[in-house]
């Protein structure tokens, strides 16, 4: 059964329109990949004669439900702006002239200002489960939102950065790069699944005086051995140890200048003003303090990779502030400076927005530094290196920052800069995707500080929860596996539930529940499929040839019109850039499955009757695996 079959099935129901006529009229539908866009049409040609109106014009009003009880599908008859008549009469009355036959939809429903459409069970049924099945991974994704020019695709993909998880070396992965991570990747695959090119850039926090500060403390106490082995570790170890020693003779030093001695060899003799020596020799390109820094770098980065992996995230780039060259950072200093952009203050360069932008967004912005009196550059100097950089590297289209909100100034100086640069245009391109706090995040060792802290203790705690129930934690093959992906599951699932701009408490027994909407809720459902097309011993020859107009039941057809709902659901996605947006959906359709199972048996079900069931929930499994991948779940087959 080809991939059209789906929809050539429902086209050859409808003899007014074509594949053509459609992509002709309304080139921003793409029937092959979402069926519902084919509905909407539909419904804009069979309302428009009614009407008066042009289908182009119904058509792009024409909303989805959040609930199955109100329809697949309604018309706001206000949106249509029609001159003299009350919503609720034109509704009865085009509801009334809807054709009783329609091969696609019931009769419409006038409900106050809105016409409800429901789709018939028996075609949609008959023509959206082979399309799954054949579809298969590719069900949700449409390749041509991503194009350049979706009339002309040798004009090739739209491209977009996105820049996530970017922890700093040597220094706690926290809360924020958690988020950031898991946001991140999410938006990524998002993206790709929309027919974008996608370059996914770490950008490493490795870069400053604090490095030259490690680098000193690795001289003192560094262990090779350690440093191979746990670089991630080691390096934080060293970090915490020489910074608390700077600290103790910093206050020291202070002490003593209070008591009136003089403190200036103190002073040029500290840690602190050695690692600034030894910074300006990094950034001076002395090859030994850069070889080392490199190591740390280097073999930070494949740790991080293997945990990545973890994850299934992989970067495309691992970028970061030291890759930003100061060459780079010189030549927009001048172009800063002859645009009048900044301004010297007592050595120091700075951006006044104050100054430079009247009332209130001048005021929101404030002044911000870009120059140190002594010369060195900063975190936002960096990034407007870094941006310009990209831009250059890869003429992105557009370009995501998946940043915790507590740098939106930050990144909203950062735009205003490339804007007032003169590249209005690449400012435009680029979004700041910001996410609230996590609350309470510890783990059972203590402070989190490392992303494999963190998904180590909800896989142990992951692991006690499933040894609670013996018997079937005896049937599980892999254990310590299983409850490494349920944990990953359940932190992730647990970050995506909410509006990215909420806080939330990070809590172990909540997220790694079965019971409630958990990520182990989601991997049950998604077992439970796949155990049910291992059982049911049907073959894929007689689940293609099921005889599906026997899934009448209100159940399937509920079932099937959720199923329906998923490419819109994507596409939406692309609008919200909520992960939640998806989140939401899968736990109804996972709840509207669940309910299914005690009215559709497969098992004990004479044959006809159980490949088409089992048809019904290979489309489910198929659609819920499609949803959790996308969300950077890995679905458990068992
Ligand atoms: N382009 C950027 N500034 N990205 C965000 C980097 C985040 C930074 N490393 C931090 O931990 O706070």
Not at 72 to 98: M, N, S, T
Not at 390 to 414: C, P, T
Not at 524 to 533: D, Q, V
Request: aromatic share 8%; proline share 4%; net charge neutral.
């Amino acid at each position: 059964m080809a991939s059209a079959s789906g929809i050539n099935q429902l086209l050859s129901r409808l003899d007014n329109l074509t594949f053509d006529s459609i992509s002709e009229k309304y080139p921003t539908t793409h029937p092959e990949v979402n069926p519902y866009d084919l509905y909407r049409v539909h419904i804009g040609e069979v309302l428009a004669p009614i009407i008066g109106v042009a289908p182009e014009k119904i058509h792009p009003l024409i909303q989805w439900t959040n609930t199955l009880d109100k329809g697949d599908f309604v018309l706001p008859i206000p949106a249509l702006r029609i001159k003299g008549a009350k919503p609720d009469a034109l509704g009865a009355e085009w509801a009334a002239k809807f054709p009783e036959d329609d091969p696609l939809f019931d009769k419409p429903v006038a409900q106050g200002p809105f016409l409800s459409f429901y789709a018939k069970g028996a075609p949609l049924t008959q023509s959206l489960i082979p399309m799954i099945r054949e579809l298969g991974a590719g069900y949700g994704r449409n390749r041509f939102l991503g194009l350049k020019d979706p009339k002309d695709p040798s004009q090739g993909k739209k491209r977009i950065v996105v820049e996530f998880s970017s922890p700093n070396i040597a220094k706690p992965f926290h809360a924020g790069h958690l988020r950031s991570t898991i946001i991140g990747s999410f938006l990524a695959n998002l993206y790709e699944g929309a027919g974008w090119d996608v370059v996914r850039i770490n950008y490493l926090g490795d870069w400053g005086k604090q490095y030259g500060l490690l680098a000193l403390a690795y001289v003192r106490y560094g262990d090779e051995a350690a440093l191979k082995k746990d670089p991630i570790d080691h390096l934080f170890r060293l970090y915490v140890k020489i910074n608390a020693e700077k600290d103790g003779e910093l206050a020291d030093i202070e002490a003593r200048k209070k008591e009136g001695q003089d403190v200036s060899d103190l002073l040029a003799n500290s840690l602190d003003e050695q690692a600034r020596g030894y910074f300006r020799k990094m950034t001076d390109k002395d090859q030994e303090a850069l070889a080392l820094w490199k190591r740390f770098r280097d073999l930070s980065i494949v740790r991080y990779k293997a945990t990545y992996a973890r994850l299934n995230i992989r970067f495309d780039e691992y970028s970061g502030e030291s890759q930003v060259t100061e060459e780079a950072m010189e030549k927009v200093a001048k172009e800063m400076a002859a645009k009048g952009i900044t301004k010297e203050d007592q050595g120091a360069v700075l951006v006044d927005f104050t100054e430079l932008i009247p009332g209130k967004e001048g005021k929101r912005l404030g002044k911000t530094v870009i120059r140190k009196r002594d010369g060195t550059a900063l975190y936002l100097t960096r990034d407007i290196a870094e941006l310009l950089g990209r831009y250059e590297k890869y003429g992105f289209d557009h370009m995501i920052y998946v940043v915790a909100s507590q740098q939106d100034l930050h990144l909203q100086q950062l735009f205003k800069i490339i804007e007032l640069l003169g590249y209005k245009d690449i400012a435009q391109r680029c979004q700041h995707i910001n996410f609230g706090l996590v609350l309470g995040m510890s783990t059972r060792r203590g402070t989190v500080k490392f992303l494999d802290d963190i998904l180590r203790d909800c896989a142990d705690h992951m692991h006690d929860v499933m040894r609670k129930n013996e018997n079937k934690y005896a049937q599980v093959e892999d254990p310590e596996g299983t409850a490494d992906t349920l944990g990953i599951s359940s932190v992730m699932t647990q970050d995506m539930s909410g509006k990215r701009g909420n806080n939330y408490t990070f809590d172990l027994a909540v997220m790694t529940s079965f019971e409630g909407d958990t990520g182990p809720y989601l991997q049950y459902a998604h077992t439970r499929l796949s155990s049910i097309k291992r059982r049911a011993n049907v073959t894929d020859e007689e689940l293609a040839e099921a005889d599906l107009s026997l899934l009448t039941e209100s159940h399937a057809v509920n079932v099937v019109r959720l199923l329906a709902q998923w490419p819109d659901v994507a596409q939406n996605t692309l609008r919200t850039l909520e992960p939640t947006t998806v989140v939401t959906y899968l736990f109804r359709l996972t709840h509207v499955i669940s309910s299914s199972y005690d009215q559709l048996q497969v098992v004990g079900s004479e044959p006809a009757l159980k490949a088409a069931r089992m048809a019904l929930y290979d489309a489910s499994r198929i659609v819920v695996g499609n949803c959790m991948r996308l969300l950077g779940l890995s679905p458990l087959e068992r």
